[in-house]
């Protein structure tokens, strides 16, 4: 069965830094692109990287380009986004998706297999 489940989501404040990770099982990564969405209420979910495990090749969002960090690693089967410089406009309930082959031009539903989220929350 595959499954993605995502951790270390959790309070922190602006300036501060987390690491989210997305577990994969039931399949391997290397076959694979894993992207991190975030939404919060009343916000159209958006993508904020992707990385593609066939090669390594990583997309940012402008939002968090420069303070965000995508990488993979294989021997856990597991996605890492390290989120340094956090703003309040980060908060948001974060989510892994996986699709075969590459990052491209997807939306949230032209994924395979999707996590639960974990909820950051960017305090003062």
């Known amino acids: 069965e595959v499954q993605l489940v995502e951790s270390g989501g959790g309070l922190v404040q602006a300036g501060g830094s987390l690491t989210l990770s997305c577990a994969a099982s039931g399949f391997t990564l290397a076959d694979s692109a894993i992207a991190w969405f975030r939404q919060t209420p009343g916000k159209e979910r958006e993508e904020v990287s992707c990385i593609s495990n066939g090669d390594g090749s990583t997309y940012y969002a402008d939002s968090v380009k420069g303070r965000f960090t995508i990488s993979s690693d294989s021997a856990k089967n597991t996605v890492h986004l390290q989120m340094n410089s956090l703003k309040h406009e980060d908060a948001a309930v974060y989510s892994c998706?996986?699709?075969?082959?590459?990052?491209?031009?997807?939306?949230?539903?032209?994924?395979?297999?999707w996590g639960q989220g974990t909820q950051v929350t960017v305090t003062s």
């Open positions: 998706a996986a699709v075969w082959g590459w990052c491209s031009y997807y939306d949230w539903d032209d994924y395979n297999y």
